[in-house]
T-cell receptor, first 117, second 114 residues
Framework: AQTVTQSQPEMSVQEAETVTLSCTYDTSESDYYLFWYKQPPSRQMILVIRQEAYKQQNATENRFSVNFQKAAKSFSLKISDSQLGDAAMYFCAYRSYFDNYGQNFVFGPGTRLSVLP | SQTIHQWPATLVQPVGSPLSLECTVEGTSNPNLYWYRQAAGRGLQLLFYSVGIGQISSEVPQNLSASRPQDRQFILSSKKLLLSDSGFYLC?????????????FGSGTRLTVV
């Protein structure tokens, strides 16, 4: 079974600075998808960014980018120019390419990010 | 555009009382629907998922049940709540054949069993 690990339970960053959240996963599959979700204090989970394992190019969404290292099974999230609204719990998630119905989404335990003014 | 509604936002229920949480999706048809639980300080646990009306798959044996009476309606129920049922419940939907899509989550229900 796949597992997702986020080794940093909590992190903090100064406003306008850059922070990187770590995520590693364990799988024997070669095709899969990776996601970062954000859960702000309002508690609604929001998709931040996704990456297909067959794409070598790292995904980017505005100030959010990932560093996908397939061989190392690493999928870190970089937040540039951090804003107060970025404060949230961030979840890394894995889904198998063959999981067409989404019942095998695997979420990490989360990293709580604080943004300091 | 698609939207997902989940209610109530918060709920305080005594032990042994029944539970009904409702989730509806608008702007799409034949979605996959999911119920997740997030216990304090812990990650997300998939409770149920549904790929069609009346089709419910349970991931975790417990005293909760789910039903999908209509295409875009998903209900989480319990006949008798336990203290351990306290947590944050999230409904989510996805397109039928997910491809590279993830979930879209509702705003969640904070359930406290006292």
């Amino acid at each position: 079974a796949q597992t997702v690990t986020q080794s940093q339970p909590e992190m903090s960053v100064q406003e306008a600075e850059t922070v990187t959240l770590s995520c590693t996963y364990d799988t024997s599959e070669s095709d899969y998808y990776l996601f970062w979700y954000k859960q702000p204090p309002s508690r609604q989970m929001i998709l931040v960014i996704r990456q297909e394992a067959y794409k070598q190019q790292n995904a980017t969404e505005n100030r959010f980018s990932v560093n996908f290292q397939k061989a190392a099974k690493s999928f870190s999230l970089k937040i540039s120019d951090s804003q107060l609204g970025d404060a949230a719990m961030y979840f890394c998630a894995y889904r198998s390419y063959f999981d067409n119905y989404g019942q095998n989404f695997v979420f990490g335990p989360g990293t709580r990010l604080s943004v300091l003014p | 555009s698609q939207t997902i509604h989940q209610w109530p936002a918060t709920l305080v229920q005594p032990v042994g009382s029944p539970l009904s949480l409702e989730c509806t999706v608008e702007g799409t048809s034949n979605p996959n629907l999911y119920w997740y639980r997030q216990a304090a300080g812990r990650g997300l646990q998939l409770l149920f998922y549904s790929v069609g009306i009346g089709q419910i798959s349970s991931e975790v044996p417990q005293n909760l049940s789910a039903s999908r009476p209509q295409d875009r309606q998903f209900i989480l129920s319990s006949k008798k709540l336990l203290l351990s049922d306290s947590g944050f419940y999230l409904c989510a939907w996805s397109v039928a054949r997910m491809g590279n899509y993830g979930y879209t989550f509702g705003s969640g229900t904070r359930l406290t069993v006292v």
